[in-house]
């Protein structure tokens, strides 16, 4: 008769964003880690001592034993348990790959777990490490420029630099730095351009990223060239993504091109022509405007959140 061992709880970093959680067996009184096959089943059970952790608890004391099915699991961003076989896993973060945008390190260890490519354009500008780490504080600021501001002291960290002479007016003091007629109009008026004050007042580094100076460079461009129909920062994403997928494309010899952008809407209302980005000014920020992409993905992600 095999030994069996119950599945206790889930350990799981003390972060407070989306991660993979390890589950913990126990046996008596000890604690086991299963051990996992190439085939993703459990091939044995290995004692840890001596570890001090949070867990989810498991409620309902399943029980496994070695050839069992490997058990894998994920904290998400609300903090729930998702509890995966390794095949289940990878269809459930496929279908939800978008939702982790702007949890950089999340992101990049689900690609990793499900062999996916690393190519959402959010993160096309990631090469390495320090990019990631980039795009992380990038997140963590967006998640505290989306929340409301108590005092005029802290809200005047996103005015105190005049980037291209851009002073929009103040909010008033129990608004979100983001509030305005509408997220459209956020974005026309200069908004991620408001976002990287904030950011450059928070953390003085980011004055000197050239990523970050590129996407300075190219946000010039884009009050005049989303359609009307970007009525939310989603639509201004697609929006967005479409400008980074038609400039990679152009190869024609003319500065600027006509392209047709069309809202990703199920009945798309509005259909312009808008001109591209100019050749030269593309190829040389091309990760400035995937920059661009994942500040508007990952702010909208936080206002959601703060809404729901």
Same mark, same amino acid.
């Given at each position: 008769?095999?030994?069996? +061992?119950?599945?206790?709880?889930?350990?799981?970093?003390?972060?407070?964003?989306?991660?993979?959680?390890?589950?913990?067996?126990?046996?008596?009184?000890?604690?086991?880690?299963?051990?996992?096959?190439?085939?993703? $089943?459990?091939?044995?059970?290995?004692?840890?001592?001596?570890?001090? +952790?949070?867990?989810?608890?498991?409620?309902?004391?399943?029980?496994? !034993?070695?050839?069992?099915?490997?058990? $894998?699991?994920?904290?998400?961003?609300?903090?729930?348990?998702?509890?995966? %076989? !390794?095949?289940? #896993?990878?269809e459930y973060l496929r279908a939800n790959i978008r939702a982790i945008v702007a949890y950089p390190y999340f992101y990049k260890s689900a690609c990793e777990f499900s062999n996916l490519k690393l190519d959402l354009p959010e993160f096309l500008g990631c090469k390495n490490n320090k990019d990631f780490l980039l795009w992380q504080v990038l997140s963590n600021t967006a998640k505290e420029f989306t929340l409301p501001i108590a005092t005029k002291n802290r809200l005047s960290l996103a005015h105190k630099k005049n980037i291209h002479n851009s002073s929009?007016?103040?909010?008033?003091?129990?608004?979100?730095?983001?509030?305005?007629?509408? =997220?459209?109009?956020?974005?026309?008026?200069? $908004?991620?351009?408001?976002?990287?004050?904030?950011?450059?007042?928070?953390?003085?580094?980011?004055?000197?990223?050239?990523?970050?100076?590129?996407?300075?460079?190219?946000?010039?461009?884009? %009050?005049? #060239?989303?359609?009307?129909?970007?009525?939310?920062?989603?639509?201004?994403?697609?929006?967005?993504?479409?400008?980074?997928?038609?400039?990679?494309?152009?190869?024609?010899?003319?500065?600027?091109?006509?392209?047709?952008? #069309?809202?990703?809407? =199920?009945?798309? =209302?509005?259909?312009?022509? $808008?001109?591209?980005?100019?050749?030269?000014?593309?190829?040389?920020?091309?990760?400035?405007?995937?920059?661009?992409?994942?500040?508007?993905?990952?702010?909208?992600?936080?206002?959601?959140?703060?809404?729901?």
């Open positions: 008769m095999s030994t069996t +061992f119950i599945l206790l709880g889930f350990s799981t970093p003390a972060d407070s964003g989306p991660s993979f959680s390890t589950p913990v067996f126990k046996r008596n009184q000890t604690l086991y880690l299963q051990v996992i096959s190439e085939d993703e $089943y459990i091939s044995d059970f290995e004692e840890i001592k001596n570890i001090n +952790f949070d867990t989810f608890e498991n409620l309902n004391n399943k029980e496994y !034993k070695v050839g069992d099915k490997a058990v $894998y699991a994920i904290k998400d961003f609300r903090k729930r348990l998702i509890q995966r %076989s !390794k095949h289940e #896993m990878d929009p007016p103040e909010p008033s003091a129990n608004q979100s730095a983001l509030v305005r007629k509408s =997220k459209h109009d956020d974005f026309q008026e200069n $908004y991620f351009e408001r976002f990287i004050s904030f950011a450059q007042n928070k953390h003085q580094r980011l004055a000197k990223e050239k990523t970050v100076l590129e996407s300075l460079v190219l946000s010039e461009y884009f %009050s005049h #060239m989303l359609p009307e129909a970007a009525e939310n920062l989603e639509n201004v994403r697609a929006s967005l993504v479409k400008i980074l997928e038609y400039s990679k494309q152009d190869s024609s010899s003319s500065p600027l091109q006509k392209i047709k952008i #069309m809202q990703i809407n =199920k009945k798309p =209302k509005y259909a312009k022509n $808008y001109k591209l980005i100019p050749r030269h000014v593309i190829d040389e920020n091309t990760d400035g405007l995937s920059l661009i992409i994942y500040v508007t993905a990952a702010i909208s992600h936080f206002q959601i959140k703060q809404e729901s």
